[in-house]
């Protein structure tokens, strides 16, 4: 019995782990996000290009963070040691993030499959509920101060302080504005709510049938 309730543990671990993973993977990669802001803040001036020239640099810098294969980072803004240093570590998150999604995957949809087969999309209710009043804690921190967030989640990912850009020896900082970070929070909350909504309202669903049933 210990046995397969650690095993149900797991999957379910895995389950959350690949939402999460698939969500972030999806936020990073949702160019629409970072264009709305190049058009709303006119970021290309700010960055001395043309907005084509922007949106291909950040197309590069996408493809740095993303392929494992680019090892260099070329762009056409000045860069310092410590922001270079940045990007490295950002490219490891990146990666490690893509392989939590593929090594969860496989995992999860056997689990996701075996759950409508037996009908036990029911025994997520509680642990989403869960997920959702930690959603709801973290929404209220990044409304409350989004600044103090921000800094708190820097601080949680990486050990060094090159995450702080200096504008100056840093001018890529001036095209990343804190507003559209903040977006793509909430942008990757908001996927996540919507899957586990669904699976929410999968196991709702079966309680109802069940109740009726009786």
Not at 108 to 113: A, R
């Amino acid at each position: 019995m210990k046995r397969y309730k650690l095993k149900e543990s797991c999957y379910m671990l895995g389950l959350f782990l690949t939402i999460v993973a698939f969500s972030i993977a999806l936020t990073i990669n949702f160019k629409p996000l970072y264009y709305y802001f190049v058009d709303q803040e006119q970021l290309y001036r700010l960055a001395g290009m043309s907005r084509y020239e922007l949106l291909a640099q950040y197309g590069k810098l996408l493809n740095y963070l993303n392929f494992p294969w680019i090892v260099r980072l070329q762009l056409k803004f000045a860069m310092s040691q410590n922001g270079m240093g940045h990007f490295v570590d950002c490219k490891k998150l990146f990666l490690f993030d893509y392989v939590v999604l593929l090594a969860t995957l496989p995992f999860t949809v056997k689990y996701v499959y075996n759950l409508a087969k037996q009908a036990r999309f029911w025994t997520l209710i509680n642990p989403i509920r869960w997920l959702f009043s930690l959603i709801f804690v973290l929404t209220v921190l990044m409304i409350a101060n989004f600044n103090a967030f921000f800094v708190v989640f820097h601080k949680i990912l990486f050990r060094n302080a090159n995450w702080i850009f200096d504008p100056v020896t840093d001018p890529i900082i001036n095209v990343l504005p804190e507003e559209f970070f903040m977006t793509c929070f909430v942008f990757c909350l908001i996927i996540i709510i919507v899957l586990c909504l669904i699976l929410y309202g999968l196991g709702q669903k079966e309680l109802h049938q069940k109740n009726s049933s009786r």
